[in-house]
């Protein structure tokens, strides 16, 4: 039973998380078109980013928290004016470029800090029991704050003028610019956006798990497994989907530990071969 309780709590907690991640590169896929490969490299850019502000520099937590979302939000935008917009009309180059990119962070990284696996401190500290089952406060905390983040981009897309319109680009590109929409400057927003929620990602799950070098392939995988199974550009599908290979996740590694990101390629494979357009949104292929 116990176990039961912990799959059933730590399942949600992780996913809302895995759905943070995922929102990011489903709206650069939604309005761009671009498959960033390179969306991994920016969870773990702003979860080291955190982690050398706070040992390094020695701020706290909270604050190095912020410093890392400012960072990646910058990042991200600039990572598009060299990397895909010059080559928006060459997707395969696009492709490639972010796989490199994200290829070269990891070399960075291990550069900078080795391959040891770092972690944050609890932003959060102490915990309580829920069912007999020991709940760190820190990990609610995170996964509130994503919820929140998630809820919060929901009503800026839904409800502002620049929201509505990175909402209609994503739907017909020459309709919006039909309608006065600038494309350059909400591709920008788009990537600002992301960039930040990916790096709020990254703190999160640093906390969680921990972060190294090559922690940005899982949540790549992951994303685009959630991304793949919501349905291409599909917000409420990533959403949807972030909890069921959430809860598929935790229920892997409470046995096999070793087999994280299993259960994601398990179902983004199933996913492809029966239903290619995914739960809701756009075909996949």
Request: charged content about 10%; glycine content about 10%; some cysteine.
């Amino acid at each position: 039973m116990d176990a039961i309780i912990e799959v059933l709590v730590y399942g949600f907690l992780i996913s809302s998380l895995y759905a943070l991640a995922a929102v990011g590169f489903t709206m650069i896929f939604g309005v761009a078109g671009v498959l960033n490969l390179a969306h991994g490299a920016f969870v773990l850019i702003g979860g080291y980013v955190a982690v050398w502000a706070s040992t390094a520099l020695g701020w706290h937590i909270v604050l190095a928290a912020l410093v890392a979302v400012v960072a990646m939000a910058l990042l991200a935008p600039l990572i598009y004016l060299l990397c895909v917009r010059p080559f928006s009309d060459k997707p395969v180059i696009v492709f490639l470029a972010t796989l490199l990119l994200a290829v070269i962070v990891e070399q960075v990284m291990i550069l900078m800090f080795g391959e040891k696996s770092r972690t944050l401190s609890a932003l959060v500290p102490g915990y309580f029991y829920l069912f007999g089952v020991q709940i760190l406060w820190d990990r609610v905390v995170a996964s509130l704050a994503a919820l929140a983040s998630i809820v919060g981009l929901w009503l800026y897309i839904t409800r502002t003028r620049n929201g509505k319109a990175i909402s209609a680009l994503s739907m017909e590109r020459l309709g919006a610019a039909l309608a006065g929409i600038n494309e350059f400057q909400m591709q920008l927003l788009v990537w600002v956006v992301s960039g930040a929620l990916a790096a709020i990602a990254g703190v999160f799950l640093t906390t969680f798990l921990g972060i190294s070098p090559f922690a940005g392939r899982i949540p790549l995988v992951i994303a685009f497994s959630i991304v793949v199974l919501g349905g291409l550009g599909s917000i409420p599908g990533s959403l949807w989907a972030a909890y069921i290979i959430g809860y598929a996740e935790t229920i892997t590694t409470q046995w096999i530990p070793e087999a994280r990101g299993f259960s994601s390629l398990l179902i983004l494979l199933l996913i492809l071969t029966f239903r290619p357009q995914g739960l809701f949104g756009r075909e996949a292929s």
